[in-house]
């Protein structure tokens, strides 16, 4: 048994990241041991969270399990979490009270939790003590290790937790079951050492460490000639890119190694404001088949909020950098992530955010009002505002953000734009796709279609989406 320490998972040492390539193992015991059963993943959270469960889907399928989308016929439900809000606590316990419920019927069925929230003292001390039923706890550093985890469950009856706080290594060579045949999620770095003072995720993911280029290269050379159209890169802070290696390469010589493979079309998710420097911008702008859009955390549109948050910039300096992407990048798209109410937030600190909005009409934001994490500096900040005053801010701030969200999309109405048509629908007839501006369309087409990036002319608009026909194949 391993269990997760807050006090570790906070430290951060010079030791070089390791890269090993030959952990993944599947004891010889193990290799069947799915014949004929089924497993069944629930994922919460972000396209870490979703690329992380691609790789567990492989991994149990290679234990010779398969895929049920229908939880009432699982042999094995594991439930990838979230930790970034607090309410994804309820989330996840609410849930188990259904998969507890299946297991009084079929004890049998082996139930694993892991993800962000399986990195946490307290929950894990929490399903030690009152879910003793859970089979399985396993982190974020040792997804790799799932055969063994599930081995030693097996074979001795119990309760096995196995979760590291160590700052962490680079695995390659971990096998993954994509979720599409058209677009795919690469990871190009894990962990964050930002420490914004509200985040969860420096504790929970570890030490930044970067990918070695060779092999995010390799990667996407294979997507590539397995027919995919699209790669996001993933990190959580990506633009940070290559600091940890010990190599004179950085965020713009990846963009460009990557749009070099040939690739139709490259995102990057997610940028830090901090690490957005000229030359990225300039590879952004040389290479067409790098997509015209970037999420840009603002967060807080206050210098005093931005500095209680950790954020090491200003509004100003943000509002330049949101400006020279605009004014370089032909066509771009920029979206934002903004907290209302973080503590000690007073009406003209809120009053800046709107400000900022109002200046940069994002094209979407997400935005949440503040969730307290255990065991980060926010945690212990004077919360100064009632409830309904935080669902107020929010309610005011989600007016301007879906006001500037639907001109944005305006813009679009009448115009040819290309799509790549990822997936069916719910419009019945209809399959949905992106823009190269990550805009949303349903399109009516025929599945033929499918996999392919087609021109798509704009008929109607909505907030969130648009509606459109084929206007002819690229
Ligand atoms: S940069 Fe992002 S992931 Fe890292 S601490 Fe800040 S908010 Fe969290």
């Avoid at 992380?52 to 234990?63: G, H, P, Q, V």
């Avoid at 390799?218 to 397995?226: G, H, I, P, T, W």
């Amino acid at each position: 048994m391993n269990l997760p320490s807050l006090k570790q998972a906070k430290i951060r040492g010079k030791e070089d990241i390791k890269i090993i390539d030959n952990d993944y193992v599947i004891p010889n015991s193990m290799k069947l041991i799915g014949k004929g059963k089924h497993y069944f993943i629930k994922t919460y959270g972000c396209q870490m969270n979703v690329h992380d469960s691609e790789n567990i889907k492989a991994i149990l399928e290679d234990m010779s399990y398969s895929e049920t989308l229908n939880m009432e016929d699982a042999d094995i439900i594991i439930l990838n979490t979230c930790a970034i809000r607090e309410n994804a606590h309820n989330k996840m316990f609410g849930f188990l009270g259904r998969v507890k419920h299946l297991k009084e019927s079929n004890p049998n069925i082996i139930c694993g939790i892991c993800g962000c929230m399986a990195q946490e003292e307290v929950i894990v001390d929490e399903l030690k003590s009152k879910y003793k039923w859970v089979d399985i706890v396993f982190g974020t550093h040792n997804i790799h290790k799932l055969p063994f985890i599930l081995k030693e469950s097996m074979e001795n009856k119990h309760q096995e937790i196995e979760v590291y706080s160590i700052e962490g290594d680079v695995y390659e060579n971990i096998p993954v079951k994509r979720d599409s045949k058209y677009k795919a999620w690469v990871n190009i770095m894990y962990g964050c050492d930002k420490f914004c003072t509200y985040c969860i995720v420096p504790y929970t993911r570890g030490k930044q460490r970067s990918r070695l280029p060779k092999d995010i290269i390799r990667e996407v050379e294979k997507l590539y000639k397995d027919g995919y159209k699209e790669v996001t890169l993933l990190g959580q802070n990506v633009n940070a890119y290559g600091k940890d290696l010990n190599i004179d390469y950085t965020m713009s010589d990846l963009l460009k190694d990557v749009a070099l493979t040939g690739i139709d079309r490259v995102r990057f998710i997610t940028s830090h404001p901090w690490d957005f420097n000229d030359k990225m911008i300039d590879t952004i702008c040389e290479y067409p088949n790098i997509m015209p859009y970037i999420h840009l955390p603002l967060q807080s549109g206050s210098d005093r909020i931005l500095k209680l948050m950790g954020r090491r910039y200003t509004k100003e300096e943000y509002i330049t950098l949101f400006n020279k992407l605009k004014s370089k990048i032909k066509n771009c798209a920029i979206t934002t992530d903004i907290i209302v109410a973080f503590p000690t937030e007073s009406e003209e600190d809120f009053n800046e955010t709107l400000d900022v909005v109002n200046t940069c009409k994002f094209d979407s934001a997400f935005t949440f009002i503040f969730s307290k994490r255990a065991g980060t500096p926010a945690a212990l900040m004077e919360d100064n505002l009632t409830e309904e005053e935080k669902n107020s801010r929010l309610y005011r701030l989600n007016e301007v953000v879906n006001k500037y969200a639907n001109l944005s999309n305006q813009r679009y109405l009448n115009k040819t734009v290309k799509v790549l048509l990822e997936d069916y629908s719910d419009k019945e007839g209809y399959l949905m796709g992106y823009t190269d501006t990550m805009k949303l369309v349903n399109v009516k087409a025929d599945k033929k279609y499918l996999g392919e990036i087609v021109d798509v002319k704009i008929t109607m608009i909505k907030t969130w989406s648009m509606d459109g026909i084929l206007s002819k194949k690229v």
